[in-house]
């Protein structure tokens, strides 16, 4: 079972949106697509997850490709606070066993 | 609600010595996990429990048991503590089978000499 790709690191300007890609091309049509984020010295942190259509939270915005081999995080004004390893993770609805890959380390610039 | 707590925070042991790290969880939740994560990578899936008196192995289960005797607690624990063993361990724990999300403890860091 392939896990994600994402790239291993990214940089983005303090108050400026951040699009942290993710690829799923094995994806089956009751995967769910996860995301969590971890600062540093912390336990991970869920940001969003979706099935199907965008979702929209407090924290960030998951848009899902139509074909679903891909989703895109959405931070819509990026904060120091939000410098972070974020991993993507496809996962069975209802299994709890997920899978972590290595993530994206993002770096916010001040 | 204090979500999941893990004691201790920072552990350092000596091959051959046993311990056993705790979690506990205030939410009612059905699930609890066990994860490590070495330096430079992600969490990997060491044992699950699907609610109390259900165990089951994860990924990487080898060195370490369980048991989920309440539905707010569940210790892992290291039998004959390992070098290899050498990580930062959290625990997770999610509502039940239809609420995906998980919340992560702070983690307990390992040493193993």
């Known amino acids: 079972d392939a896990k994600t790709t994402q790239p291993n690191s990214m940089e983005s300007n303090e108050e400026e949106p951040v699009h942290l890609p993710c690829n799923h091309s094995?994806?089956?049509?009751?995967?769910?697509i996860h995301w969590y984020r971890q600062l540093p010295s912390q336990g991970p942190e869920y940001v969003i997850h979706?099935?199907?259509s965008n979702v929209n939270n407090r924290m960030a915005s998951l848009a899902i490709a139509e074909d679903r081999k891909s989703s895109t995080l959405i931070l819509h004004r990026a904060t120091l606070r939000d410098a972070a390893v974020y991993y993507c993770i496809k996962n069975l609805g209802g299994n709890e066993k997920l899978t972590f890959g290595t993530g994206t380390r993002l770096t916010i610039i001040p | 609600n204090a979500g999941v707590t893990q004691t201790p925070k920072f552990q350092v042991l000596k091959t051959g010595q046993s311990m056993t790290l705790q979690c506990a969880q205030d939410?009612?939740?059905?699930?609890m996990s066990w994860y490590r994560q070495d330096p430079g990578m992600g969490l990997r899936l060491i044992h699950y429990s699907v609610g109390a008196g259900i165990t089951d192995q994860g990924e990487v289960p080898n060195g370490y048991n369980v048991s989920r005797s309440t539905t707010e607690d569940f210790p892992l624990r290291l039998l004959s503590a390992a070098p290899s063993q050498t990580s930062v361990y959290f625990c997770a724990s999610r509502l039940d089978r239809v609420i995906e999300t998980q919340y992560f403890g702070p983690g307990t860091r390992l040493l193993v000499l």
């Open positions: 094995t994806i089956s049509g009751t995967d769910y």
């Open positions: 939410m009612n939740h059905e699930y």
């Open positions: 979706g099935l199907t």
